[in-house]
T-cell receptor, first 113, second 114 residues
């Protein structure tokens, strides 16, 4: 039972353009969502998060949008840079779930010069 | 550097054996989480400890166990190893169990069972 789904295993974007990574979830009890970035041979690194009481959170080139009615969130990277090439994981936390994070399968982003 | 230290980085062992993976959380973090990542899949939650006590359990096999010690470091014990246990094992830590806090991950231990 996959509660957090990232349906695109990979995404290729040209440098300078927008990258949009999508994530869907099924559990309406999730109250906090995070995006992590992972480079090969490294652990996941926290990127940006959003609480379920918000619909948008922005941090520099990264913006996360949350659509609760659709149980969908997306990460926008503008402008995309070659250094953004990595695997991006969407994660969700269940309210009362002791901060346990449920991860999606990840989307591999490749940004080409 | 996330501040979370995992040892060893790599481990190769034979089927049927037992191994111990170690994790030192960030200074001040009381919660430790263990995740398993197999074959470029997502991270599967195994277990969480908070200040020495087990707080949450995921799809952790009975052959696996963990503990958190008084100094807050944690160990994940994997026994009767099978080929399918080959994976990346990540440890993460966070300040507490509540609130909107992110977890910080170590670099992982790559376990290969041959």
């Amino acid at each position: 039972d996959q509660q957090v789904k990232q349906n695109s295993p990979s995404l290729s974007v040209q440098e300078g353009r927008i990258s949009i990574l999508n994530c869907d979830y099924t559990n309406s009890m999730f109250d906090y969502f995070l995006w992590y970035k992972k480079y090969p041979a490294e652990g996941p690194t926290f990127l940006i998060s959003i609480s379920s009481i918000k619909d948008k959170n922005e941090d520099g080139r990264f913006t996360v949008f949350l659509n609760k009615s659709a149980k969908h969130l997306s990460l926008h990277i503008v402008p995309s840079q070659p250094g953004d090439s990595a695997v991006y994981f969407c994660a969700a936390r269940n309210s009362g779930g002791y901060n346990k994070l449920i991860f999606g399968a990840g989307t591999r982003l490749a940004v080409h010069p | 550097d996330s501040g979370v230290t995992q040892t060893p980085k790599h481990l190769i062992t034979a089927t049927g054996q037992r191994v111990t993976l170690r994790c030192s959380p960030r200074s001040g973090d009381l919660s430790v989480y263990w995740y398993q990542q197999s074959l470029d899949q997502g991270l599967q939650f195994l277990i969480q400890y908070y200040n020495g006590e087990e707080r949450a359990k995921g799809n952790i096999l009975e052959r696996f166990s963990a503990q958190q010690f008084p100094d807050l470091h944690s160990e994940l014990n994997l026994s009767s190893l099978e080929l399918g246990d080959s994976a990346l094992y990540f440890c993460a830590s966070s300040v507490g169990t509540d609130g909107n806090t992110e977890a910080f991950f170590g670099q992982g231990t790559r376990l290969t069972v041959v």
